[in-house]
Every structure is written in C-alpha cells, then in structure tokens.
C-alpha cells in the first residue's frame, strides 16, 4: 500500500490549490478515501473524506465551504481542492484510505505528504 501526495506549496491568504494524491497497492476503486492534515506542533486531524462510489463527501468543520474531494478511477488518485485559504490551513497534507470506526491514530501507510504554506 502506497500514497504519494504532491501540489503543496506557498499560496497567499485567500489563494487556492489543488493536491493530488496516487494510490496503489489495493482495490481504489472499492476504497474510501480521506484527506488528513498535521499542522506544525500539532497532532495529525482529519479534513474530509469521499466514499468509494463519489456520492458520499464529508468535511471537517474546518475546512467545509472551502474544500472540496474529488476522486480519478482511472488514475487511481483522489484530489484535494483548496479555496479561500486561511494561515490556519498551514500544515502538511496527507491522503490515506478511510474507515469511518478509525481513530486517525488507527490508519498505517502513511506516504511524505505535500506541504501547504499560508502567508498572510
């Protein structure tokens, strides 16, 4: 099992960004798939998460209104749509298969993830 996130980057406060995660080594297609986010001196927290079939989306308090998940079958990548910015959005971003009795604690597999600087 393997994730590798990319598309992070210094944006403004208020700017978007789109990140990408490809998965391999299970069956994406039957797979729930999360976004997750761990801010500096912070623990890892969950942001939202899109159902194996694409109808289900849910999101973090957080980051509803201003995030958005989508998913490529084909290319086995899930998308992380970032709008309206804000510095608190700062953190390192990760993508990982989603079970709704999991702890974020619970998940393993984790891959670098893409890191997301807001400047104000």
């Known amino acids: 099992v393997q994730f590798v996130e990319s598309g992070g980057g210094w944006v403004e406060l208020g700017g978007a960004l789109k990140l990408s995660c490809v998965a391999s080594?299970?069956?994406?297609?039957?797979?729930?798939m999360g976004w997750y986010r761990q801010a500096p001196g912070k623990e890892r927290e969950f942001v939202g998460f899109?159902?194996?079939?694409?109808?289900?989306?849910e999101y973090s308090n957080r980051v509803k209104g201003r995030f958005t998940i989508s998913r490529d079958y084909d290319k086995n990548t899930v998308y992380l749509h970032m709008d309206n910015l804000e510095v608190e959005d700062t953190a390192v971003y990760y993508c990982?298969?989603?079970?709704?009795?999991?702890?974020?604690?619970?998940?393993?597999?984790w891959g670098q993830g893409t890191r997301v600087t807001v400047s104000s």
């Open positions: 990982n298969r989603y079970y709704t009795s999991y702890d974020v604690n619970d998940y393993d597999n």
């Open positions: 080594g299970f069956t994406f297609a039957s797979s729930s």
């Open positions: 899109i159902r194996w079939d694409a109808i289900v989306k």
